[in-house]
Protein backbone atom coordinates (compact mmCIF):
# COMPACT_ATOMS: atom_id res chain seq x y z
CA UNK A 1 0.00 0.00 0.00
CA UNK A 2 1.50 3.45 -1.28
CA UNK A 3 1.90 6.06 1.52
CA UNK A 4 -0.93 8.90 2.19
CA UNK A 5 1.09 11.89 2.74
CA UNK A 6 0.07 15.20 3.93
CA UNK A 7 2.50 18.10 3.82
CA UNK A 8 2.57 21.00 6.09
CA UNK A 9 4.73 24.15 6.06
CA UNK A 10 7.34 24.40 9.23
CA UNK A 11 6.95 27.91 9.09
CA UNK A 12 3.56 28.13 9.46
CA UNK A 13 2.70 24.98 12.33
CA UNK A 14 5.58 27.11 14.61
CA UNK A 15 3.82 30.30 14.44
CA UNK A 16 0.64 29.11 15.66
CA UNK A 17 2.95 26.75 18.44
CA UNK A 18 4.22 30.36 19.51
CA UNK A 19 0.88 31.80 19.66
CA UNK A 20 -0.68 29.23 21.64
CA UNK A 21 2.44 28.98 23.86
CA UNK A 22 3.52 33.03 24.33
CA UNK A 23 6.67 31.54 22.90
CA UNK A 24 9.48 32.62 20.50
CA UNK A 25 10.92 30.02 19.13
CA UNK A 26 12.35 30.65 15.10
CA UNK A 27 12.99 28.07 12.55
CA UNK A 28 16.95 27.54 11.60
CA UNK A 29 17.88 30.74 9.38
CA UNK A 30 20.50 28.06 7.03
CA UNK A 31 17.70 25.74 6.25
CA UNK A 32 15.19 26.26 3.21
CA UNK A 33 11.92 25.22 2.37
CA UNK A 34 11.31 23.18 5.47
CA UNK A 35 8.36 21.11 4.99
CA UNK A 36 6.71 18.67 7.48
CA UNK A 37 5.21 15.26 6.42
CA UNK A 38 2.48 13.54 7.54
CA UNK A 39 2.19 9.97 6.63
CA UNK A 40 -1.24 9.25 7.66
CA UNK A 41 -1.13 5.37 6.85
CA UNK A 42 1.90 5.21 9.37
CA UNK A 43 1.03 7.69 11.75
CA UNK A 44 4.31 9.03 11.38
CA UNK A 45 6.51 12.33 10.49
CA UNK A 46 9.21 13.66 8.78
CA UNK A 47 11.13 16.59 7.83
CA UNK A 48 12.38 17.88 4.48
CA UNK A 49 14.64 21.12 4.13
CA UNK A 50 17.75 22.14 1.39
CA UNK A 51 20.54 23.38 3.25
CA UNK A 52 22.90 26.13 2.28
CA UNK A 53 24.57 24.10 -0.30
CA UNK A 54 21.53 22.85 -2.02
CA UNK A 55 21.22 19.79 -1.02
CA UNK A 56 17.73 18.41 -0.39
CA UNK A 57 17.41 16.38 2.70
CA UNK A 58 15.29 14.80 5.19
CA UNK A 59 14.97 14.18 9.29
CA UNK A 60 12.62 13.14 11.96
CA UNK A 61 10.39 15.44 13.06
CA UNK A 62 11.56 15.18 16.73
CA UNK A 63 15.93 15.40 15.88
CA UNK A 64 14.77 18.59 14.16
CA UNK A 65 13.07 19.77 16.66
CA UNK A 66 14.99 19.35 19.22
CA UNK A 67 18.71 20.30 17.68
CA UNK A 68 17.55 22.74 15.13
CA UNK A 69 15.00 24.87 17.03
CA UNK A 70 14.76 24.10 20.79
CA UNK A 71 14.73 20.95 23.19
CA UNK A 72 12.49 23.05 25.10
CA UNK A 73 9.54 23.14 22.46
CA UNK A 74 7.13 20.45 23.03
CA UNK A 75 7.25 17.75 19.89
CA UNK A 76 3.69 16.56 20.89
CA UNK A 77 2.00 19.95 21.07
CA UNK A 78 3.49 20.37 16.96
CA UNK A 79 1.63 16.98 16.24
CA UNK A 80 -1.70 18.13 17.80
CA UNK A 81 -2.01 21.18 15.61
CA UNK A 82 -0.97 18.84 12.27
CA UNK A 83 -3.57 16.27 13.78
CA UNK A 84 -6.31 18.57 14.37
CA UNK A 85 -5.80 20.85 10.84
CA UNK A 86 -6.08 17.09 9.10
CA UNK A 87 -8.88 16.63 10.88
CA UNK A 88 -10.91 20.38 9.73
CA UNK A 89 -9.94 19.09 6.73
CA UNK A 90 -11.21 15.27 6.60
CA UNK A 91 -14.93 16.59 8.28
CA UNK A 92 -14.53 14.05 11.39
CA UNK A 93 -17.97 13.44 13.47
CA UNK A 94 -18.63 11.75 16.40
CA UNK A 95 -21.60 9.63 16.44
CA UNK A 96 -23.62 7.04 18.24
CA UNK A 97 -24.55 4.22 15.71
CA UNK A 98 -27.58 1.68 16.96
CA UNK A 99 -26.36 -1.64 17.97
CA UNK A 100 -27.32 -3.37 13.76
CA UNK A 101 -24.21 -0.87 12.64
CA UNK A 102 -21.74 -2.94 14.98
CA UNK A 103 -20.02 -4.87 12.48
CA UNK A 104 -19.70 -1.85 10.01
CA UNK A 105 -17.86 -0.01 12.91
CA UNK A 106 -15.63 -3.19 13.38
CA UNK A 107 -14.79 -4.28 9.87
CA UNK A 108 -11.12 -3.24 9.06
CA UNK A 109 -12.16 -2.94 5.45
CA UNK A 110 -14.32 0.13 6.62
CA UNK A 111 -11.39 1.75 8.36
CA UNK A 112 -9.81 5.36 7.31
CA UNK A 113 -6.19 3.46 7.37
CA UNK A 114 -5.85 0.07 8.48
CA UNK A 115 -3.41 -1.22 11.20
CA UNK A 116 -2.77 1.97 12.78
CA UNK A 117 -3.13 3.05 16.19
CA UNK A 118 -5.24 0.63 18.68
CA UNK A 119 -7.67 0.82 15.97
CA UNK A 120 -6.10 -0.63 13.71
CA UNK A 121 -4.08 -3.85 15.51
CA UNK A 122 -7.80 -4.58 17.22
CA UNK A 123 -8.24 -8.53 17.46
CA UNK A 124 -12.16 -7.94 16.55
CA UNK A 125 -11.72 -6.50 13.09
CA UNK A 126 -11.63 -9.42 10.80
CA UNK A 127 -14.65 -11.14 9.32
CA UNK A 128 -13.99 -14.54 11.20
CA UNK A 129 -15.23 -12.35 14.21
CA UNK A 130 -18.24 -10.28 12.34
CA UNK A 131 -20.15 -13.55 13.86
CA UNK A 132 -19.88 -13.18 17.16
CA UNK A 133 -20.65 -8.98 17.47
CA UNK A 134 -24.08 -10.66 17.41
CA UNK A 135 -23.53 -10.76 21.01
CA UNK A 136 -23.54 -6.94 21.22
CA UNK A 137 -26.39 -6.82 18.67
CA UNK A 138 -28.77 -9.12 20.72
CA UNK A 139 -27.77 -7.23 24.04
CA UNK A 140 -28.54 -3.80 22.40
CA UNK A 141 -25.11 -2.71 22.49
CA UNK A 142 -24.73 0.91 20.75
CA UNK A 143 -21.30 2.13 19.59
CA UNK A 144 -19.93 5.15 19.06
CA UNK A 145 -17.91 6.47 15.87
CA UNK A 146 -15.69 8.81 14.50
CA UNK A 147 -16.14 9.29 11.14
CA UNK A 148 -15.07 11.05 7.90
CA UNK A 149 -17.40 12.71 5.24
CA UNK A 150 -16.74 9.33 3.02
CA UNK A 151 -18.25 7.25 6.32
CA UNK A 152 -14.78 5.69 7.00
CA UNK A 153 -13.86 4.78 10.96
CA UNK A 154 -11.35 6.60 12.52
CA UNK A 155 -12.30 5.38 16.01
CA UNK A 156 -14.96 3.13 17.72
CA UNK A 157 -15.88 2.32 21.04
CA UNK A 158 -18.74 0.49 22.94
CA UNK A 159 -22.02 2.02 25.24
CA UNK A 160 -23.55 -0.57 27.17
CA UNK A 161 -27.14 0.91 28.76
CA UNK A 162 -27.97 -0.38 32.32
CA UNK A 163 -24.61 -1.13 33.71
CA UNK A 164 -24.57 -2.41 37.55
CA UNK A 165 -21.90 -2.14 39.89
CA UNK A 166 -21.84 -3.81 43.15
CA UNK A 167 -20.62 -0.43 44.90
CA UNK A 168 -23.89 1.63 43.16
CA UNK A 169 -27.27 0.13 42.92
CA UNK A 170 -28.44 2.39 40.29
CA UNK A 171 -27.93 2.12 36.52
CA UNK A 172 -25.64 4.02 33.93
CA UNK A 173 -24.58 3.87 30.45
CA UNK A 174 -20.40 2.53 30.45
CA UNK A 175 -18.37 3.41 27.33
CA UNK A 176 -15.98 1.35 27.19
CA UNK A 177 -12.36 1.26 25.58
CA UNK A 178 -12.14 3.34 22.80
CA UNK A 179 -9.93 2.51 19.92
CA UNK A 180 -8.83 5.04 17.24
CA UNK A 181 -6.07 5.39 14.76
CA UNK A 182 -4.58 8.14 16.37
CA UNK A 183 -4.78 9.57 20.23
CA UNK A 184 -5.48 13.27 18.68
CA UNK A 185 -9.08 11.95 18.81
CA UNK A 186 -9.67 11.51 22.37
CA UNK A 187 -11.09 14.54 23.07
CA UNK A 188 -13.94 14.46 20.96
CA UNK A 189 -14.74 11.60 23.26
CA UNK A 190 -13.95 13.68 26.03
CA UNK A 191 -16.59 16.13 25.15
CA UNK A 192 -19.34 13.25 24.80
CA UNK A 193 -18.53 11.91 27.79
CA UNK A 194 -19.17 14.80 29.85
CA UNK A 195 -22.34 15.87 28.11
CA UNK A 196 -24.07 12.68 29.17
CA UNK A 197 -22.23 12.19 32.42
CA UNK A 198 -21.22 8.43 31.16
CA UNK A 199 -18.81 6.34 33.16
CA UNK A 200 -15.94 5.28 31.26
CA UNK A 201 -12.99 3.09 30.55
CA UNK A 202 -9.60 4.18 31.77
CA UNK A 203 -7.02 5.25 29.52
CA UNK A 204 -6.84 3.11 25.93
CA UNK A 205 -4.41 0.83 27.17
CA UNK A 206 -5.88 -2.87 27.91
CA UNK A 207 -6.63 -3.76 30.90
CA UNK A 208 -7.76 -1.05 32.83
CA UNK A 209 -11.35 -1.99 33.44
CA UNK A 210 -13.03 -1.07 36.80
CA UNK A 211 -13.85 -4.26 38.66
CA UNK A 212 -17.23 -4.93 39.53
CA UNK A 213 -19.34 -3.75 37.21
CA UNK A 214 -22.35 -5.97 35.50
CA UNK A 215 -24.83 -6.17 33.29
CA UNK A 216 -28.16 -8.71 33.81
CA UNK A 217 -30.48 -10.09 31.58
CA UNK A 218 -28.55 -11.04 28.55
CA UNK A 219 -30.33 -12.42 25.40
CA UNK A 220 -27.40 -15.67 24.95
CA UNK A 221 -29.89 -18.23 23.43
CA UNK A 222 -28.29 -20.01 20.28
CA UNK A 223 -24.85 -18.44 21.01
CA UNK A 224 -21.96 -20.23 20.40
CA UNK A 225 -19.73 -17.58 18.98
CA UNK A 226 -18.51 -14.51 21.45
CA UNK A 227 -16.66 -11.65 21.05
CA UNK A 228 -13.13 -10.60 22.88
CA UNK A 229 -14.51 -7.82 25.23
CA UNK A 230 -12.46 -5.19 27.53
CA UNK A 231 -14.73 -4.25 30.14
CA UNK A 232 -17.07 -7.40 30.64
CA UNK A 233 -14.66 -10.43 30.62
CA UNK A 234 -16.42 -12.68 32.59
CA UNK A 235 -20.06 -14.75 31.34
CA UNK A 236 -21.96 -16.44 34.05
CA UNK A 237 -23.63 -18.11 31.32
CA UNK A 238 -26.07 -20.40 33.18
CA UNK A 239 -27.54 -16.92 34.18
CA UNK A 240 -26.91 -14.60 31.94
CA UNK A 241 -24.87 -11.73 33.67
CA UNK A 242 -21.52 -10.97 32.41
CA UNK A 243 -19.41 -8.65 34.84
CA UNK A 244 -15.87 -7.51 34.66
CA UNK A 245 -14.58 -9.56 37.23
CA UNK A 246 -15.60 -12.21 39.35
CA UNK A 247 -18.41 -11.18 41.63
CA UNK A 248 -20.76 -13.03 43.47
CA UNK A 249 -24.65 -11.65 43.85
CA UNK A 250 -27.43 -13.13 44.35
CA UNK A 251 -28.22 -13.05 41.31
CA UNK A 252 -25.34 -15.92 40.26
CA UNK A 253 -26.76 -18.63 41.21
CA UNK A 254 -23.89 -21.03 39.60
CA UNK A 255 -20.46 -19.81 39.47
CA UNK A 256 -19.39 -21.02 36.19
CA UNK A 257 -18.11 -19.06 34.00
CA UNK A 258 -16.42 -17.99 30.76
CA UNK A 259 -13.44 -15.68 29.96
CA UNK A 260 -14.49 -13.82 27.33
CA UNK A 261 -10.99 -13.56 25.89
CA UNK A 262 -10.63 -15.97 23.21
CA UNK A 263 -10.25 -14.85 19.77
CA UNK A 264 -9.16 -18.01 17.76
CA UNK A 265 -11.93 -19.57 15.72
CA UNK A 266 -13.84 -16.31 15.75
CA UNK A 267 -14.35 -16.84 19.31
CA UNK A 268 -16.05 -20.09 19.32
CA UNK A 269 -17.40 -21.61 22.68
CA UNK A 270 -17.79 -25.30 21.88
CA UNK A 271 -20.06 -25.32 25.18
CA UNK A 272 -22.75 -23.01 24.06
CA UNK A 273 -23.20 -25.16 20.76
CA UNK A 274 -25.86 -27.41 21.49
CA UNK A 275 -24.86 -29.47 18.82
CA UNK A 276 -21.46 -30.69 20.43
CA UNK A 277 -21.28 -32.11 24.39
CA UNK A 278 -18.14 -32.84 26.59
CA UNK A 279 -16.86 -36.41 26.04
CA UNK A 280 -17.14 -38.73 28.78
CA UNK A 281 -14.20 -39.29 30.12
CA UNK A 282 -11.59 -36.44 28.32
CA UNK A 283 -14.47 -33.86 28.45
CA UNK A 284 -13.10 -32.49 25.14
CA UNK A 285 -15.89 -31.40 22.97
CA UNK A 286 -17.01 -33.17 20.19
CA UNK A 287 -19.93 -33.27 17.83
CA UNK A 288 -23.03 -35.46 18.66
CA UNK A 289 -23.59 -36.94 15.47
CA UNK A 290 -19.97 -38.68 15.54
CA UNK A 291 -20.33 -39.92 19.16
CA UNK A 292 -22.79 -42.35 20.85
CA UNK A 293 -24.56 -42.29 24.63
CA UNK A 294 -22.96 -45.08 26.42
CA UNK A 295 -25.48 -45.65 29.53
CA UNK A 296 -22.29 -46.52 32.19
CA UNK A 297 -20.79 -42.70 31.15
CA UNK A 298 -24.49 -40.91 31.12
CA UNK A 299 -22.41 -39.17 28.39
CA UNK A 300 -21.40 -39.38 24.83
CA UNK A 301 -18.03 -40.96 23.67
CA UNK A 302 -16.56 -40.49 19.87
CA UNK A 303 -17.43 -43.96 17.57
CA UNK A 304 -13.46 -43.91 16.74
CA UNK A 305 -13.24 -44.08 20.87
CA UNK A 306 -15.83 -46.85 21.31
CA UNK A 307 -14.14 -50.70 22.48
CA UNK A 308 -16.64 -53.41 22.53
CA UNK A 309 -15.99 -56.01 24.90
CA UNK A 310 -18.60 -58.57 24.79
CA UNK A 311 -21.23 -56.35 23.63
CA UNK A 312 -20.50 -53.63 26.49
CA UNK A 313 -19.07 -50.35 24.71
CA UNK A 314 -16.50 -48.69 26.93
CA UNK A 315 -14.45 -45.79 26.27
CA UNK A 316 -10.53 -46.44 25.11
CA UNK A 317 -9.53 -43.51 27.83
CA UNK A 318 -11.34 -45.34 30.75
CA UNK A 319 -8.14 -46.65 32.81
CA UNK A 320 -9.98 -47.66 35.25
CA UNK A 321 -12.08 -50.58 33.94
CA UNK A 322 -10.27 -51.43 30.39
CA UNK A 323 -7.05 -51.85 29.80
CA UNK A 324 -4.77 -52.23 26.13
CA UNK A 325 -3.06 -55.55 26.20
CA UNK A 326 -0.13 -56.35 24.24
CA UNK A 327 -1.58 -59.66 23.29
CA UNK A 328 -5.19 -59.17 23.02
CA UNK A 329 -6.21 -55.64 22.61
CA UNK A 330 -8.86 -54.25 24.65
CA UNK A 331 -10.25 -56.09 27.30
CA UNK A 332 -11.48 -55.42 31.16
CA UNK A 333 -8.64 -54.69 33.25
CA UNK A 334 -9.57 -57.55 35.91
CA UNK A 335 -9.41 -59.69 33.08
CA UNK A 336 -5.89 -58.69 32.20
CA UNK A 337 -2.53 -60.63 33.29
CA UNK A 338 0.81 -60.80 32.46
CA UNK A 339 1.84 -63.86 30.65
CA UNK A 340 4.47 -66.37 31.88
CA UNK A 341 7.81 -66.23 30.02
CA UNK A 342 7.17 -62.76 27.64
CA UNK A 343 5.38 -60.41 30.58
CA UNK A 344 3.27 -59.55 27.87
CA UNK A 345 -0.48 -58.29 29.40
CA UNK A 346 -2.79 -60.26 27.94
CA UNK A 347 -6.80 -61.85 28.58
CA UNK A 348 -6.80 -64.91 30.87
CA UNK A 349 -10.02 -65.65 29.17
CA UNK A 350 -7.73 -66.23 25.84
CA UNK A 351 -5.58 -68.48 28.22
CA UNK A 352 -4.61 -71.21 30.36
CA UNK A 353 -2.83 -71.31 34.00
CA UNK A 354 0.07 -73.67 33.37
CA UNK A 355 1.43 -75.42 37.26
CA UNK A 356 4.85 -75.52 35.62
CA UNK A 357 5.65 -71.43 35.71
CA UNK A 358 2.27 -70.93 38.35
CA UNK A 359 1.35 -68.39 35.36
CA UNK A 360 -1.01 -67.73 32.61
CA UNK A 361 -0.03 -69.29 28.86
CA UNK A 362 -1.64 -67.77 26.07
CA UNK A 363 -3.88 -70.18 23.83
CA UNK A 364 -1.57 -69.35 20.82
CA UNK A 365 1.64 -69.95 22.43
CA UNK A 366 0.55 -73.50 24.22
CA UNK A 367 2.62 -76.16 23.70
CA UNK A 368 1.51 -79.74 25.96
CA UNK A 369 4.43 -82.07 26.17
CA UNK A 370 3.46 -84.90 28.47
CA UNK A 371 0.31 -83.37 29.80
CA UNK A 372 2.26 -80.32 30.88
CA UNK A 373 1.86 -77.18 29.68
CA UNK A 374 5.11 -75.09 28.70
CA UNK A 375 5.48 -71.64 26.57
CA UNK A 376 6.33 -71.41 23.35
CA UNK A 377 9.31 -69.76 24.09
CA UNK A 378 10.44 -71.40 26.99
CA UNK A 379 14.05 -72.87 26.49
CA UNK A 380 13.35 -76.12 27.38
CA UNK A 381 11.51 -77.01 24.12
CA UNK A 382 12.16 -76.86 20.75
CA UNK A 383 10.29 -77.15 17.38
CA UNK A 384 11.24 -80.30 14.93
CA UNK A 385 10.43 -80.63 11.37
CA UNK A 386 12.78 -83.36 9.99
CA UNK A 387 11.70 -82.51 6.35
CA UNK A 388 11.89 -78.35 7.29
CA UNK A 389 11.90 -77.62 3.42
CA UNK A 390 8.40 -79.35 3.21
CA UNK A 391 5.36 -77.02 4.11
CA UNK A 392 3.08 -79.66 4.24
CA UNK A 393 4.18 -81.87 7.36
CA UNK A 394 3.64 -80.36 10.86
CA UNK A 395 6.46 -79.84 13.37
CA UNK A 396 6.56 -81.70 16.32
CA UNK A 397 7.50 -80.28 19.74
CA UNK A 398 9.79 -81.48 22.43
CA UNK A 399 11.24 -80.91 25.75
CA UNK A 400 15.32 -81.03 25.64
CA UNK A 401 15.45 -84.28 27.44
CA UNK A 402 13.82 -86.01 24.86
CA UNK A 403 16.77 -84.89 22.06
CA UNK A 404 20.53 -85.38 21.24
CA UNK A 405 22.18 -82.10 21.11
CA UNK A 406 24.75 -81.28 18.01
CA UNK A 407 27.74 -79.57 20.30
CA UNK A 408 31.77 -79.71 20.46
CA UNK A 409 32.78 -79.96 24.31
CA UNK A 410 34.13 -82.25 26.77
CA UNK A 411 30.57 -83.60 27.77
CA UNK A 412 30.58 -86.01 24.31
CA UNK A 413 27.06 -85.53 23.21
CA UNK A 414 25.84 -86.39 26.77
CA UNK A 415 22.00 -87.10 27.29
CA UNK A 416 20.09 -83.87 28.75
CA UNK A 417 18.45 -84.02 32.01
CA UNK A 418 15.34 -81.57 33.10
CA UNK A 419 18.05 -79.44 34.53
CA UNK A 420 20.59 -77.80 32.44
CA UNK A 421 23.46 -77.95 30.83
CA UNK A 422 26.71 -75.55 30.98
CA UNK A 423 29.92 -75.05 29.22
CA UNK A 424 32.09 -74.18 32.48
CA UNK A 425 30.86 -73.20 36.72
CA UNK A 426 31.01 -69.31 34.76
CA UNK A 427 28.66 -69.49 31.80
CA UNK A 428 25.65 -69.42 32.71
CA UNK A 429 23.34 -70.48 29.54
CA UNK A 430 23.29 -73.27 28.58
CA UNK A 431 25.38 -74.30 25.14
CA UNK A 432 22.82 -75.47 23.41
CA UNK A 433 20.81 -72.01 23.53
CA UNK A 434 24.01 -70.39 22.47
CA UNK A 435 24.63 -72.91 19.74
CA UNK A 436 23.23 -71.79 16.00
CA UNK A 437 19.63 -73.15 15.31
CA UNK A 438 19.71 -76.28 13.22
CA UNK A 439 18.80 -75.98 9.63
CA UNK A 440 18.35 -78.85 6.75
CA UNK A 441 21.21 -78.96 4.11
CA UNK A 442 18.89 -81.29 1.99
CA UNK A 443 15.76 -82.66 1.74
CA UNK A 444 16.32 -85.57 3.53
CA UNK A 445 17.24 -84.30 6.55
CA UNK A 446 21.44 -83.99 6.95
CA UNK A 447 22.07 -81.10 9.81
CA UNK A 448 24.64 -78.75 10.53
CA UNK A 449 26.59 -80.18 13.83
CA UNK A 450 25.06 -77.60 16.29
CA UNK A 451 21.22 -77.49 17.14
CA UNK A 452 18.77 -80.14 19.32
CA UNK A 453 17.59 -82.86 17.38
CA UNK A 454 14.90 -85.46 19.30
CA UNK A 455 16.05 -88.82 19.95
CA UNK A 456 13.09 -90.14 17.91
CA UNK A 457 13.95 -88.89 14.75
CA UNK A 458 18.13 -88.77 15.57
CA UNK A 459 20.86 -91.40 15.13
CA UNK A 460 24.38 -91.49 16.05
CA UNK A 461 27.21 -91.16 14.03
CA UNK A 462 31.48 -91.21 14.60
CA UNK A 463 32.99 -88.69 12.87
CA UNK A 464 36.69 -90.93 13.24
CA UNK A 465 39.00 -88.43 14.68
CA UNK A 466 41.03 -89.88 16.82
CA UNK A 467 42.85 -89.11 20.22
CA UNK A 468 46.44 -90.52 20.10
CA UNK A 469 47.57 -90.79 23.25
CA UNK A 470 43.85 -92.95 24.50
CA UNK A 471 43.37 -94.16 21.19
CA UNK A 472 39.45 -93.51 21.23
CA UNK A 473 36.97 -90.77 19.43
CA UNK A 474 37.72 -87.16 20.49
CA UNK A 475 33.71 -86.46 19.54
CA UNK A 476 30.53 -87.53 17.79
CA UNK A 477 27.85 -85.70 16.00
CA UNK A 478 24.14 -86.47 15.91
CA UNK A 479 22.17 -86.45 12.48
CA UNK A 480 18.57 -86.88 11.58
CA UNK A 481 17.17 -89.47 9.32
CA UNK A 482 13.78 -90.73 8.22
CA UNK A 483 15.02 -94.31 9.21
CA UNK A 484 14.48 -95.88 5.61
CA UNK A 485 17.28 -96.93 2.99
CA UNK A 486 19.52 -96.86 5.75
CA UNK A 487 23.72 -96.81 5.30
CA UNK A 488 25.58 -99.22 8.26
CA UNK A 489 28.57 -97.31 9.95
CA UNK A 490 31.68 -98.26 11.60
CA UNK A 491 29.33 -98.00 15.17
CA UNK A 492 26.04 -99.71 13.93
CA UNK A 493 24.33 -96.74 13.37
CA UNK A 494 21.95 -95.78 10.30
CA UNK A 495 21.76 -93.01 7.71
CA UNK A 496 20.07 -92.13 5.05
CA UNK A 497 21.09 -93.72 1.49
CA UNK A 498 21.17 -90.99 -0.69
CA UNK A 499 23.49 -88.99 -3.65
CA UNK A 500 23.28 -86.43 -1.28
CA UNK A 501 24.18 -88.10 2.49
CA UNK A 502 26.97 -90.08 0.50
CA UNK A 503 28.85 -86.88 -0.10
CA UNK A 504 29.14 -86.85 4.01
CA UNK A 505 30.51 -90.01 4.10
CA UNK A 506 33.90 -92.38 3.38
CA UNK A 507 34.74 -96.21 3.14
CA UNK A 508 37.66 -97.56 4.64
CA UNK A 509 37.92 -101.39 5.05
CA UNK A 510 34.46 -101.73 3.91
CA UNK A 511 32.98 -99.45 6.65
CA UNK A 512 31.26 -95.94 5.98
CA UNK A 513 32.65 -93.05 8.58
CA UNK A 514 32.12 -89.21 8.50
CA UNK A 515 34.00 -87.83 5.69
CA UNK A 516 36.76 -85.91 7.10
CA UNK A 517 40.50 -86.01 7.15
CA UNK A 518 41.56 -88.15 10.54
CA UNK A 519 44.56 -89.86 11.75
CA UNK A 520 45.14 -93.62 13.45
CA UNK A 521 47.89 -94.19 16.13
CA UNK A 522 50.37 -95.23 14.02
CA UNK A 523 49.74 -91.08 12.45
CA UNK A 524 49.77 -92.50 9.15
CA UNK A 525 47.74 -90.25 7.06
CA UNK A 526 44.74 -92.42 4.89
CA UNK A 527 43.41 -91.30 1.35
CA UNK A 528 39.48 -90.35 1.14
CA UNK A 529 37.48 -93.02 -0.77
CA UNK A 530 35.28 -91.61 -3.35
Same mark, same amino acid.
Given at each position: ?A???K??K????LK????????????????????I????????????????????L?T??E??IYY?VS??C?I?D??R?IY????E?LN????????N??R??????N?FI???GH???S???????Q????F??????????????R???????L?????????? &???F?Y?D?I??RS????P???K?I??????K?E?T????A???LY???LN?K?????P??D???????K??IV?????KI &???KC??????T?V????????L?????????T??Y????????? &?R????V?????I??????Y?C????????T?I???V?K?N?????I???TMN???G????????WIH??N?I??G???Y???D????C?????NT?S?????FH?????????R??L?K??????LY?S???FM??W???S???AT?????L?K??L?P?K?????????YN???N??I????Y??????T????????V????????????????Y?????????????????K
Amino acid at each position: MANIEKKYKFGDILKEYNEEHYSRHIAPVDKFNVTIVYVINKNSFFVTYTDKDGHKLSTGLEDFIYYQVSHSCNISDIKRIIYSKEEESLNLKIEIWPPNKIRYAYLSSNYFIKDVGHLGKSCMRSKEHQKSLNFYVKNNVRIVVITDDRNKIHARALLWNNVKSIKN &KEVFTYLDRIYTRSDSLIPLYSKLITENSWTKYESTSPGNAANNLYKDNLNIKGMCHLPFTDTFKYLYYKDNIVASSQIKI &KAIKCLDYLSLTQVGEGGYFPSLDPNRTQEAITDEYISKKDAIFV &KRYNGFVLKRNIIDINGNYYSCHDRDKIINTEIDGYVLKENSVNEAITYKTMNKENGEFSTKYNGWIHKSNIINIGNILYHKQDPDIICFKIEANTKSKAADWFHISECFINYDRVELNKELTMGKLYSSSKDFMPYWARSSVYDATNRQGVLTKRGLIPKKYAIIVYNLIYNTSSNKLIYQEVYCTNRSGTIQLVSGELVIDSFNNRKHLKKFNNKYYIRENFKLSDKKQLLLFK
